[in-house]
């Protein structure tokens, strides 16, 4: 099947195209992606999925077939299998950028091939959980480059010292100080004895759950096939009432 998604970034197509060589930061934005180790013309990696129950782990590669800087466009063609066996996945993914008024604009199409239990799914579910993955991949893109272009601020300059004024002679000797010895002694000496409260113990701070960071397909085609698929089932609902109905006037 054959998805098409299109963003725009917020910075010139040079400084969009010199970030996209980087596969490594590329692909911190996208979720679930970790990229193992990288090449001159290709790249190896993994992306993991979850299906409810199923954690589904691809391991593959992707090797440039295609990159031309002048045009700003580059081809990927990726694959990867399931560690446990569970279906492969395979991608020729397009990519081209094009100036849009001092930002950039990103066309993406992606030649998606996938066995195993994802495949059930439709294009147009497929259509719609890829564009809510790539609008996640797209904020954190924009927080990247937004990043790159804030300047630091310039550190303020310090100010003039000005010199102290040389103390004034004391002309006048200052008076002794003379301990009260009459003030009369505290009368929380059990208090002082005892020394002060024991203090309660600190607990260690728990440490933090781990971040499941894999893509959760789950979560995300339930949605889409409640909106795609909610007139049949009123539909459902409505027959499974009447049977209801007809069962009950039956046995009354």
């Given amino acids: ?9 917020p910075t010139g197509i040079e400084e969009t195209w010199a970030h ?5 930061q590329v692909a911190e934005c996208f979720p679930g992606a970790t990229v193992h ?3 001159d013309e290709s790249f190896s990696g993994s992306v993991k999925v979850k ?11 992707g090797t440039f077939v295609e990159k031309d800087d002048a045009a700003h466009r580059f081809v990927v063609d990726a694959k990867g299998k399931d560690k446990r066996g569970n279906g492969t996945a395979g991608a020729l993914v397009t990519l081209t950028m094009a100036e849009a008024d001092g930002s950039t604009s990103v066309e993406v199409v992606t030649d998606l091939a996938i066995t195993g239990k994802p495949a059930q799914f439709g294009r147009g579910v497929m259509q719609d959980v890829s564009d809510k ?3 996640q991949f797209v904020d954190c893109l924009h927080h990247r480059l937004a990043e790159g272009q804030e300047e630091p601020a310039a550190a303020p300059e310090p100010a003039a010292a000005v010199p102290e004024p040389p103390p004034e002679p004391d002309t006048e000797p200052s008076a002794a100080i003379v301990p009260d010895v009459s003030a009369p002694e505290s009368t929380d000496r059990g208090l002082e004895r005892q020394g002060p409260p024991p203090q309660t113990p600190r607990q260690p701070p728990r440490p933090a759950p781990a971040q499941d960071d894999s893509i959760d397909l789950g979560a995300t085609v339930l ?4 909106r795609t698929y909610w007139k049949q089932g009123v539909g459902l609902v409505a027959v499974l009432a009447l049977l ?9």
Avoid: C, K
């Fill in 244 to 252: 209801w109905w007809v069962v009950r006037r039956r046995r009354d």
């Fill in 37 to 39: 180790g990288v090449g």
């Fill in 223 to 226: 949605p889409v096939l409640a």
């Fill in 133 to 135: 993955l790539l609008g």
């Fill in 51 to 61: 299906l409810g129950p199923i954690a589904l782990v691809y391991n593959g590669s």
């Fill in 1 to 9: 099947m054959e998805l098409t998604h299109s963003f725009t970034v």
């Fill in 20 to 24: 996209f060589q980087d596969i490594a």
